[in-house]
């Protein structure tokens, strides 16, 4: 166990705290689809409340967002994990730099079998959270995992695919799976950058996000701006929006009219049948979620607040 010290994540949120209250994290190490995928499990100074799995953004390593929000929510009490992805980071996994929606969920239900193990975690509460499209597959895990007793959604990008807009998307479907052949026949996987100063053709258009993982705001050493073609075929026609219905858990949305798909993130709460709540936030766009402290530690008070009622809630039904 060690202090943290990387400074894409140190330097975020240790605003205003002295040096003896910064958390610790440990390597933490653990296996999804056969490969071996590698995390850092941040820890509070004191008993943690409870274990939290976290992801992040599209094609994001976890020194970036994810990161960023686990350490600030160990700040707040919680066992938090930020991890690679297999196809990304330090994770194992071919081919690389694959987005795969169906791989990441399988991903995250691994890391919380993971922390049920774990002897500093195997004790605790279980709870998720998400960041950007990271919320959206933690959505779909979340409705599908027994084991989460509460998620947030942080600046989520909850998609929603339809028959309509899946037909009206084959042409690029097809690009993706057409990638996806030439990689299984010769190995070779065809990418495209993640961002560009120009946008162009790469998997995040948004001139937003090329100025976080295009620059030195947000690259860091373990991060690769590309992009798997053969992606496209798997993330266009994810639904997320169709998964809230089936989330049986607390939910809290926190979201902000200049984040992603507004529109979106109000559909996704209109579903939600189980017990939830919304916080709007003022942000200048999406990217200031991932790096801003002062936006960060709004979204992690009341995460910590709304997890550590939900927490107390729970133990008081079980306790009678």
């Known amino acids: 166990m ?140 979340v409705a599908e995992e027994p084991g989460f007793q509460a998620f947030a959604g942080i600046a989520g990008y909850y998609s929603a695919a339809t028959p309509e807009s899946i037909a009206a998307s084959q042409p690029r479907i097809e690009r993706g799976r057409a990638a996806e052949r030439k990689w299984r026949e010769t190995g070779i996987a065809e990418t495209i950058p993640a961002v560009a100063a120009d946008g162009g053709d790469v998997g995040m258009p948004l001139r937003e996000a090329f100025e976080f993982y295009g620059t030195p705001r947000g690259a860091v050493p373990n991060y690769v701006n590309g992009f798997a073609v053969q992606s496209i075929a798997y993330t266009t026609p994810f639904d997320v929006v169709g998964t809230a219905p089936a989330i049986k858990v607390p939910t809290l949305v926190v979201h902000s009219e200049k984040a992603l798909a507004p529109p979106l993130a109000r559909r996704f709460i209109a579903g939600l049948r189980a017990p939830h709540r919304e916080l709007w936030l003022t942000s200048v766009g999406q990217i200031d979620f991932y790096d801003d402290p002062l936006l960060i530690g709004r979204a992690a008070d009341a995460v910590a607040a709304f997890f550590l009622e939900t927490v107390q809630s729970r133990s008081r039904a079980l306790n009678g």
């Open 2 to 141: 060690e202090p943290i010290a990387p400074p894409h994540v140190d330097s975020i949120l240790a605003h205003g705290r002295k040096r003896e209250e910064i958390p610790m994290k440990v390597d933490f190490e653990f296996r999804s689809g056969g490969e071996l995928l590698q995390g850092n499990l941040f820890l509070p100074d004191g008993d943690p409340q409870a274990a939290l799995v976290l992801t992040g953004p599209l094609t994001s390593v976890k020194e970036q967002a994810s990161g960023a929000h686990a350490r600030a929510l160990s700040e707040r009490g919680f066992a938090a994990l930020a991890f690679d992805h297999r196809y990304f980071g330090e994770s194992g996994g071919q081919p690389r730099q694959f987005e795969n929606p169906r791989a990441k969920i399988e991903d995250i239900r691994a890391a919380l079998a993971a922390l049920r193990e774990s002897a500093h975690t195997r004790d605790l509460p279980m709870a998720a959270v998400g960041v950007c499209a990271g919320a959206g597959y933690m959505a779909a895990a």
